[in-house]
């Protein structure tokens, strides 16, 4: 099964949850789709790192074929081309690499070339495969890196060059997907592949607010999905009371905890480190399979 | 030769804008006529390269001289491509600093900085 | 007009709580919400009327007309985005489509064009005595430097003259927060004492850099983990970077949030703190006039 792990504010405990899940449910796969500021693996530190770059394709000019018509600046809705003093300036970060310039270009003056933007990691702590995706600081899109990380993980020998002819994972082994905070573009390629989705909620305003908007987002993609509210304190909790309003399934409440924050924030899984949390996480894996079989079950 | 330079106003009393790649307007002067053009700058709203862009606006109006406070370096490549000259606004109206770039008074636009990547999409 | 923005590079460490304490605090005539993505400041600033909107348009969609379309595939095949859905009709996805034009290009029945898409909305709140400028990015849009931008410059221009803007701004190192430190005085950065915390604290710190702002911290939740707030402070005297204070954990803090209200309208200990931090922030803004 795979399950992604979001929610519309950051500092919720995506990755406190999402990581405590992989660890308790090993052997397993960890996927750390927040590019741009990638936490799981300080948490694993795995070993064996193996690194791979992802490209994207940029343009490219022959100066010997290039007359200056121009056709292809005016085509890029990007502004990723200017033509000065007799030349073509292509502007790497910018271009999103949609090919439409080598379309139109009436001299077949542009071809493409492989641009690195950032890289997946694989790696493994104990017996789980942890997958970091790292997105260039400057780049435009992450998604790239996210569709090489989904693709990656879901594959029996992954970070070969012909993994298009490897068997896909036998549905064995759980995968968990660490997504990024909010609900734009990147966290829906993000949850494109997911069986089910873990929505974590804190109990302010502001969390309830966001919880919304991601509630609306998997929706929207169809989704089945269940909410972890954390960092719960006494009194009333905005996000609870969101949840029971519209019958939402609530997994788990996690308390605000010191003993637990401290842990946390030293980097240390805390249901390798104690046994209420590993018992808690262990609850909330079944809770999370149990949810799953019945959706299988409903759509069978 | 002509001269150009981002504007808040398209008139000739304008305040030269803080922003080369999202001004409103672009001041093209001809110093020896005297005429003064205004254009639109269509690269203000766009999602993203907005300094490629309006460098692009400015090379294709002809300018020799680019008076700005500041330019990004995507802006930059394309400026310098052109072998347009580049030097730092100081004062606050258009007018104002064509006077004192005549004068010699205005220093070479040298620090560039790190484009404000993809004011855009995705 | 000086301008005060607040950043974390990781989300939840505090910055709106904080930024909304720091503008009670300084009865700020002009702030604004630059976290475009998940924006939270107008949940506790208390605005009753309604504000002005206005669309925010970023880059154009691609739409198929059904009429028009004979299912020839070239738009799909040439779709690097995967947004082409196959069909007796075919049918663009929005939130995958990136708006580059290739199949408008492409398509030999002239069915696929592009067309302006609305992706998100500037709302800015106005009264005789204030400005508050926000926007929402809608949900599957691009992250945006450009709405920032809007925001700030909607705030710029309803505000007129006053002396100090205070910014709330986005988590993370891309594009918004990038813009949103365009043509700001300062920038005080809300780091959580965690080890996810002190890594994304250090690349915004780089970024502030690479924007020559200059930057100041505060440590928020500084009692959960103690050695790591040491880290904090240590790290900043190694760096020449002022170290203003640093904030408790507080479930009081939750409870005002919930109610409407920031730390310093209730007594409270990270309330206290605030106004502290607020008091060091507030000499380092007004001595950087002088250089």
Known sequence: MRVAVLSGKGGTGKTLVTVNLAAVAAPSVYVDCDVEEPNGHLFFKPGQVQEEPVTVLIPHVDPAACTGCRKCVEFCNFNALAYASGKLIVFDDICHSCGGCVLVCPEGALSEKDKAIGCVQRGTADRVEVYTGILNTGEATGIPIIHRLLEQSSLEEPLHSDSEQQPRRADGEATFIDCPPGSACIVMESIKDADYCILVAEPTIFGMHNLRMVHELVTLFEKPFGVVLNKCLEGENPSEVYCVERGIKILSRIPFDHELGALNSDAKIVANESDVYRDAFRTLLETVKEEVGHEAAAHS | MIIAIPTDNNVFETDVSASFGRAPYYLIYDTETKESTFVDNSAAMMAGGAGVKAAQLVVDSKAEVLLTPRCGENAADVILAANIRMHKTLHKTAGENIEAFLAGELPHLDEIHAGHHGQGER | ?291
């Open chain 3, 1 to 291: 007009m000086k301008q005060l923005l607040i950043l974390s590079g990781k989300g939840g460490t505090g910055k709106t709580t904080i930024a909304s304490a720091f503008i009670k605090l300084a009865a700020a005539k002009a702030y604004a919400d630059c976290d475009v993505d998940a924006p939270n400041l107008h949940l506790i600033m208390g605005w009753t009327s309604e504000p002005e909107r206005s669309d925010y348009c970023g880059l154009p969609q691609a739409v198929i007309d059904p009429d028009l379309c004979t299912a020839c595939d070239l738009c799909r095949q040439h779709c690097r985005f995967d947004a082409i859905e196959t069909g007796d009709v075919y049918r663009v996805q929005p939130f995958s489509c990136e708006g580059c034009g290739v199949c408008e290009y492409v398509c030999p029945a002239g069915a696929a064009r592009m067309i302006p898409a609305v992706a998100g909305e500037l709302m800015l709140y106005r009264d005789s005595g204030q400005v508050f400028s926000t926007a929402q990015l809608a949900m599957g849009s691009g992250t945006s430097g450009l709405l920032v931008t809007e925001v700030k410059k909607q705030m710029k221009s309803g505000a007129g003259d006053v002396d100090l803007a205070i910014i709330d701004g986005s988590p993370g190192i891309g594009c918004p927060v990038i813009a949103s430190l365009s043509g700001v005085d300062m920038v005080l950065i809300v780091a959580e004492p965690s080890v996810s915390g002190i890594s994304d604290m250090e690349r915004i710190i780089r970024t502030a850099a690479a924007f020559e702002v200059e930057a100041v911290v505060c440590v928020n939740k500084s009692d959960t983990n103690l050695s790591n707030t040491k880290k904090i402070e240590a790290f900043c005297a190694e760096h020449g970077l002022p170290f203003v204070g640093n904030i408790p954990f507080d479930p009081r803090a939750v409870e005002a949030i919930n109610d409407g209200k920031t730390v310093v309208d209730i007594e409270c200990i990270s309330g206290t703190a605030v106004r502290s931090v607020y008091k060091e922030t507030m000499k380092l803004l007004l001595e950087e006039e002088v250089n």
